[in-house]
């Protein structure tokens, strides 16, 4: 009995043996002692997390002296968490990798105690600041003091002694400290202090990123993959469970001897910043990392120019599921889908096979899975609803995530948000807001979810239920319905269908239908499974699977008898024209005496070949810059092509329109009132809409953040106080002309558009060379907009780039040094965001009797 028990036991150990040594070993350096800061890789290891995905992890802890970035990059450990000062890390040479950023709003902060009269940024001068060195070289540390003038090199700082008694017994007046922990002890003692915040005065970072090493990423991309999902999965635990986390780190974690009331406050602060603005943990923005570098940049911390994509790991083509998610694919294979099979281009059968966006996205799907979809074929959105509730199909290709819903689906993050439009017939008015035809009857979906919240949101409306959007195309033609509200582009398909002289949209309406893929609400996996294949689609293929439906559905083929119809009028009018151009010619005294003196001129151009040679010449140059014009223009052929369609009739009516005006007046010497009122009305309604085509071809960023009150001035000094103005031991010198004028906009884009042309100014003077180096800022308050000129003394801009300095990823090496993403943010925040417009030239003016040539930028402003 005893030899049965003792080969039980050995043969459970061999098996836990031979289980470990299929894992792979990894190990994790922290950057502190152990809190909660770690929770994540602490859940992720105890509950099975990194075994789950091939992974037997050891988490190094932290002692003082070492750096958690130096471990990585020496290979002494294979991941690490690390600080915002990554960026420094990797312009000294480090070649780490960032998977994640765990905390959108960095946890460092300053603190004072209420009773030192400390109570704001400007009452540091001269005190004693307790820091790290690493806490003072976080930029937003230093940005957020060097905002409010201070001279970084001349504050007091004491070496840190991590203990919060140095600043109550008054061995320090300012202490640097994290706000998830040191707070938590101040209010224990029932001691008030004040709290400055980098993310209060604009400078929010993110922080505690997970990195790994680039050997790592191009040898083993598997494994950082795999640690990455692992360790996020332990994160999304620890914050949804913190009392069950904290008792973890209490029991197994804590030589610091931190109390379950200390962790459990960590818990709380350190989750409302992980999860800040936005909704998906670990979040890294390449934006918000240029404004990171930007600022160091500006500050004189980048020696090095890097390349900042190579800083954060860019999303692959794979997709790394746990053991149970494998075995799952393994033993379902084949899933059947049900589709929208008549919502065009977004998703509809075509020769019984489903095509469309949709389609085109769940291909990729079944790519990164290894999934096969079977389609389950219905004849509308509501069997395909009844088929998935009923359980003859597993998944909803295509559906809205509602309320009614969630009892019997799980839903994907979205896949597509899709506008929605009023279509109406041709001689309808554009609106605005679709509340106005409280008295027109308006038909929706019935089966869309969209309907209960259009009912909702416009109460007063006269909505009417149809089956589909044909049936209220018959409707509004007999004048059942006054229009119909759908999805945008299948109202364009059905506009199409009807060839623009029947429909049109009349309105775009503020509200839209995001649509993911639903999953039966029993099948969690299924659903933990898809949900990982659309997360890691991005953007850039999405919008090249739509922009291929857009390009497919919108090209029609070529009206010949249009062009006839259009070349005719043209002839026609063209010969009038001339026609009246003979008869002036001849009643033209003064015409013979140019004919004349042109003559003279080309006699000279014949006697001074040399010089004629050199007009030539210009002359082809000229050609040539027209010609790269003309094939920069080339590049918009696809999306004119789009908006030709629309374009065509109206284009017709204003040239029909204004053309007949303008002969009736040559010929009777007088226009009707009647015809000249009509005809005028018919141009401003047809101008209307072309304007609304455009619209609705092109997509707006909209700013997530709330307009301020703030002056221009106070915004410009806060920015020029963070600049580093030496360059080769001389200094730039930046003269202001500013009025005293407010805005109503976003500060902290605003912020962002003057380091950047203050931050070329300054590269630009390096390229340069210049003795003399002169930024003028002017600022002028007009009636109706503001005024704001930048200009330096660097020398200008190559003529041959200075037309393309706003484009996306355009730079040069000789002038304006970077990404080029810089610039091009810059234009699109103020035409966009701020309802401005942005320009630049070479500028040529004197100044202190010296005459300079530089890039001169000019920002015009609404009020």
Not at 536 to 559: A, C, G, N
Request: charged residues 30%.
């Amino acid at each position: 009995m005893h030899k049965i028990k003792y080969s039980i036991v050995f043969i459970l150990l061999l098996i836990t043996s031979l289980n470990a040594n299929q894992l792979k070993k990894v190990t994790l350096q922290l950057s502190w002692f152990n809190q909660f800061q770690f929770a994540g890789y602490y859940i992720a290891k105890e509950k099975g997390f990194f075994e789950d995905y091939g992974l037997d992890v050891t988490i190094k802890p932290f002692n003082f002296g070492i750096n958690a970035v130096d471990e990585v990059d020496s290979k002494k450990a294979d991941f690490a968490v690390a600080r915002e000062t990554l960026i420094l890390d990797r312009v000294a040479g480090k070649k780490i990798v960032a998977l994640y950023a765990l905390f959108q709003e960095s946890p460092l902060v300053l603190l004072s105690l209420k009773n030192s009269a400390i109570n704001h940024i400007e009452d540091f001068a001269n005190k004693r600041i307790m820091t790290t060195i690493d806490d003072a070289s976080e930029v937003s540390i230093k940005a957020m003091l060097l905002s409010k003038n201070l001279d970084f090199k001349k504050l007091n700082f004491l070496e840190h002694s991590h203990d919060i008694m140095d600043l109550v017994n008054g061995n320090t007046d300012v202490i640097s400290a994290y706000l998830s922990k040191t707070p938590f002890d101040l209010n224990n003692m029932n001691i008030a202090y004040n709290v400055f915040a980098p993310s209060d005065y604009g400078f929010n970072m993110y922080s505690d990123f997970l990195i790994t090493s680039e050997d790592l990423i191009n040898n083993d991309l598997k494994t950082a993959m795999a640690f990455k999902e692992a360790a996020l999965k332990g994160w999304n635990y620890a914050f949804s469970n913190i009392k069950e986390a904290s008792q973890l780190i209490y029991n197994k974690y804590n030589e610091q001897k931190l109390s379950i009331k200390a962790l459990e406050y960590e818990g709380d602060v350190l989750k409302s910043m992980a999860f800040s603005n936005v909704n998906k943990l670990g979040e890294i923005r390449l934006e918000k990392i240029q404004r990171i570098y930007d600022l160091y940049n500006v500050m004189g911390l980048i020696d090095n120019q890097i390349d900042i994509k190579k800083l954060v790991l860019k999303p692959g083509s794979e997709i790394f599921l746990s053991k149970e998610e494998n075995k799952y694919i393994d033993k379902n294979k084949s899933i059947d889908m049900c589709i929208v099979p008549n919502i065009k281009p977004y998703s509809f059968l075509q020769n019984n096979e489903f095509s469309g966006f949709f389609a085109d996205y769940m291909k990729i799907i079944e790519e990164k899975t290894t999934l096969n979809f079977n389609l389950v074929e219905t004849k509308n959105f509501k069997q395909s609803l009844d088929y998935f509730k009923s359980g003859r199909c597993n998944i909803l290709a295509s559906a809205q995530n509602i309320s009614q819903r969630r009892s019997f689906a799980n839903f994907t993050k979205p896949i597509i948000d899709i506008s929605l439009v009023l279509v109406t017939k041709d001689n309808r008015n554009f609106i605005d807001d679709i509340s106005v035809l409280k008295d027109k009857k308006i038909g929706i979906h019935k089966y869309y979810s969209f309907n209960k919240t259009l009912k909702q949101k416009y109460p007063d409306n006269n909505f009417v239920d149809v089956n589909n959007i044909d049936e209220s195309i018959k409707k509004i033609e007999s004048d059942e319905l006054y229009g119909h509200i759908d999805l945008i582009l299948t109202s364009w398909d059905k506009i199409q269908e009807n060839e623009f002289n029947k429909l049109k949209i009349s309105a775009k309406l503020n509200l839209s239908v995001p649509l993911s893929i639903a999953v039966r609400k029993n099948d969690l996996l299924m659903y933990k499974i898809l949900n990982k294949a659309v997360e890691s689609i991005s953007e850039e293929e999405k919008d090249k699977i739509l922009q291929k439906w857009l390009t497919i559905e919108y090209k029609k083929e070529f009206d010949y008898d249009l062009l006839w119809k259009v070349l005719i009028g043209f002839i026609f009018i063209l010969a009038f024209f001339l026609y009246k151009q003979i008869l002036l010619r001849k009643m033209n005294n003064t015409l013979k005496e140019k004919v004349d003196e042109k003559t003279k001129e080309l006699q000279k151009i014949n006697l001074e070949l040399e010089e004629r040679v050199k007009k030539e010449v210009n002359e082809n140059l000229k050609k040539d810059t027209l010609l790269t014009k003309q094939s920069k223009f080339a590049a918009m052929g696809e999306m004119i092509q789009n908006i030709a369609h629309q374009w065509r009739q109206p284009l017709s009516v204003i040239s029909t329109g204004a053309s007949g005006l303008k002969v009736k007046k040559e010929i009777d010497g007088k226009i009707d009132e009647k015809l000249l009122n009509e005809t005028l009305e018919k141009i401003i309604d047809t101008t209307n809409h072309l304007s609304t085509t455009i619209d609705d071809f092109m997509h707006f960023f909209k700013p997530n953040k709330k307009k301020q009150v703030f002056k221009i001035k106070d915004a410009i000094d806060k920015t020029l106080n963070i600049f580093n103005y030496n360059i080769n031991n001389k200094k730039i010198e930046v003269i202001k002309n500013i009025e005293d004028v407010s805005l109503d906009s976003f500060q902290g884009e605003f912020i962002q558009i003057i380091i950047n042309i203050v931050n070329n100014s300054k590269d630009a003077f390096k390229e340069d060379k210049t003795s003399d180096m002169y930024i003028f800022i002017d600022v002028k308050n007009k009636k109706n907009e503001i005024i704001i000129e930048i200009k330096d003394s660097a020398g200008g801009i190559d003529e041959e780039i200075i037309d393309k300095i706003f484009e996306p990823y355009f730079t040069t090496k000789h002038q304006y040094q970077g990404t080029g993403i810089g610039l091009y943010m810059c234009k699109q925040i103020i035409d966009k965001h701020m309802h401005g417009s942005i320009e630049v030239k070479n500028k040529e003016y004197t100044y202190k009797n010296k005459f300079y040539k530089g890039a001169s930028f000019l920002i015009k402003l609404r009020k």
